[in-house]
């Protein structure tokens, strides 16, 4: 069974960094896009961006390009969002998602990681 | 970036009723078009890919139909399951995009 498992709810204060984590089971890893999309207080679905464990291949938003770096580590079947200096703007639901085979929609998606940013 | 505009935002239904989501693209993405089911505090899940696939496990009185710019969902017998937030996303070129989403409560 393919589950992702998101790292916990998060508070941090602004200018702070952070990284988040996607743990990917029951699947090849490295063999498939993981994206990150954001999820605002009360808002819609934004996609950040995507990467292909397998070499590394990232694909961004422009609207995230240069905000957040995403990674991942095939030896820990990991992916990971990372932030060098929050904002309260930041505040959101993150969300990890596997990609389907070819295509660039979500099929499996992660239960979501909580970012609180406050002063 | 390829805009996606959701109708309504907002519906009102009963148990029972047929309901249709429409989901318009500002340009022509062929039939790369999903469809997600949010319940609160949960994360999506995918109901509908490629316009018209259903995935494996969603009932059969969801539907997708369209193609260029326009597309609808279609629940043919509302459930009490199915109240919920929808979401369309175009996978036609990057950046991905998603509608603004469509609730659907209970009347």
């Known amino acids: 069974e393919v589950q992702l498992v998101q790292s916990g709810a998060e508070g941090k204060m602004p200018g702070e960094s952070l990284r988040i984590s996607c743990k990917g089971y029951g699947y090849s890893f490295s063999n498939y896009w993981i994206g990150w999309v954001r999820q605002m207080p009360g808002k819609g679905l934004e996609w950040m961006g995507t990467?292909?464990?397998?070499?590394?291949?990232?694909r961004y938003s422009p609207y995230f390009q240069g905000q957040v770096t995403i990674s991942a580590d095939q030896s820990t079947n990991t992916a990971y969002l990372q932030w060098g200096s929050l904002k309260a703007s930041d505040t959101a639901m993150y969300y990890c998602?596997?990609?389907?085979?070819?295509?660039?929609?979500?099929?499996?998606w992660g239960p979501g990681t909580q970012v609180t940013v406050s002063s | 970036d390829i805009q996606m505009t959701q109708s309504p935002s907002t519906l009102s239904a009963f148990v029972g009723d047929r309901v249709t989501i429409t989901c318009r693209a500002s340009q022509s993405i062929t039939t790369y078009l999903a469809w997600y089911q949010q319940k609160p505090g949960k994360a999506p899940q995918i109901l509908i890919y490629?316009?018209?696939n259903l995935e494996s496990g969603v009932p059969p009185r969801f539907s997708g139909s369209g193609s260029g710019t326009e597309f609808t969902l279609t629940i043919s017998s509302l459930q009490p399951d199915d109240f919920a937030t929808y979401y369309c996303?175009?996978?036609?070129?990057?950046?991905?995009?998603f509608g603004g989403g469509t609730k659907v409560e209970i009347k």
């Open positions: 996303q175009q996978y036609n070129s990057i950046p991905l995009t």
């Open positions: 490629k316009t018209s």
């Open positions: 990467i292909y464990p397998g070499d590394s291949d990232t």
């Open positions: 998602a596997r990609r389907w085979h070819d295509s660039e929609f979500f099929q499996y």
